[in-house]
Nanobody, 119 residues
């Protein structure tokens, strides 16, 4: 059973930075991709970024392009999300997730980490 544990959230002023980490354990195969999602109060969960585990290609939602950067450490089964130039509208619970195969969705989810950006 794959387990994902996020860390690195917190309270930061607008314009500040945070780095989120997601440690994966229990994996017995090479996964296809991992991603970050977020959910703000009263809103639906939304996609933030994804990274292919082999090759490292990335994709982002438009509102975070140029500010957020996703990366991974294959050897340590860890994924990161660098959040720069944070805005109050980035406030949300951030979740990491794993997509084991090309066909299919995200099957495994972490418990989430709170990011709060004050104005």
């Amino acid at each position: 059973q794959v387990q994902l544990v996020e860390s690195g959230g917190g309270l930061v002023q607008a314009g500040g930075s945070l780095r989120l980490s997601c440690a994966a354990s229990g994996r017995t195969f090479s996964t296809y991709a991992m991603g970050w999602f977020r959910q703000a109060p009263g809103k639906e969960r939304e996609f933030v970024a994804e990274i292919r585990w082999s090759g490292g290609s990335t994709s982002y939602r438009d509102s975070v392009k140029g500010r957020f950067f996703i990366s991974r450490d294959n050897a340590n089964n860890t994924m990161y999300l660098q959040l720069n130039s944070l805005k109050p509208e980035d406030t949300a619970v951030y979740y990491c997730a794993e997509r084991p195969r090309l066909i299919g969705g995200y099957d495994y989810w972490g418990q989430g980490t709170q990011v709060t950006v004050s104005s």
